[in-house]
């Protein structure tokens, strides 16, 4: 049976982006930041279909698990609008659900990646992404609010997070608002990185 999950970077002191984020300015700037140890892997350009990466080891296999076992994605409109203008055609290979009030018709790409823009709500666009999904995992993709959403109407079963070694001191916090007595929590994985610390955790619903 597929699990939602979602996949997130964030800063020793719990942020997931920065300020002033834009279509102009993604994720507030600080993608160098939080996610240089996910930039030197050659498993995430390719994912990207781009060239690049400096190594493949354990970073670069925990990306390709994560690829691998995602069947659909959810994301918020914030994040849309913000990777719209600068990703590549047919990035995510397979379906995605965009969380918005605009009523729009799919987005067809090249390839295998459709865009939906759905506006009834979290679990009707987690309904469709499962029937998409063919039995893989549902990846709630962001940003943050979107995250956040799904975790208070207790829909979340796993999430892995990367802890990057650097203190943002403002931004959006990924656990902000969180009903903290939605879950138990149990640590599944921890995989040290140069970089990065990678945590997994398996929730379970009260």
């Known amino acids: 049976m597929n699990k939602i999950i979602f996949d997130s970077g964030i800063s020793l002191d719990g942020f997931f982006a920065g300020d002033n984020r834009s279509p102009s300015n993604p994720m507030g700037g600080v993608s160098p930041k939080i996610h240089m140890w996910m930039f030197k892997q ?30 659909s994605y959810i994301m918020g409109k914030r994040m849309f609008e913000e990777g719209e203008v600068h990703w590549e055609e047919d990035l995510y290979k397979t379906d995605v659900y965009v969380l918005t009030h605009e009523k729009r018709e799919p987005w067809v790409q090249k390839g295998t990646t ?9 679990k009707s666009a987690l309904e469709k992404a499962r029937q998409s999904a063919k039995g ?8 943050a609010d979107t995250i956040q959403q799904y ?30 007595d939605k879950y138990d929590l149990q640590i599944v994985e921890v995989i040290p990185s140069d970089l990065t610390t990678h945590l997994r955790y398996k929730l379970t619903k009260k």
């Open 136 to 143: 893989k995992d549902i990846r709630i993709q962001g940003g």
């Open 151 to 180: 975790l208070n109407a207790g829909l979340v079963d796993e999430f892995f997070i990367h802890i990057s070694p650097v203190f943002l001191g403002s931004g959006i916090r990924l656990f902000d608002g969180i009903d903290k």
């Open 114 to 122: 459709t865009f939906y823009f759905i506006n009834d709500g979290i």
């Open 42 to 71: 050659k498993a995430f350009w390719k994912h990207i279909n781009m060239e690049g990466g400096e190594e493949y080891g354990a970073d670069s296999k925990l990306i390709d698990d994560v690829f691998a076992r995602t069947g």
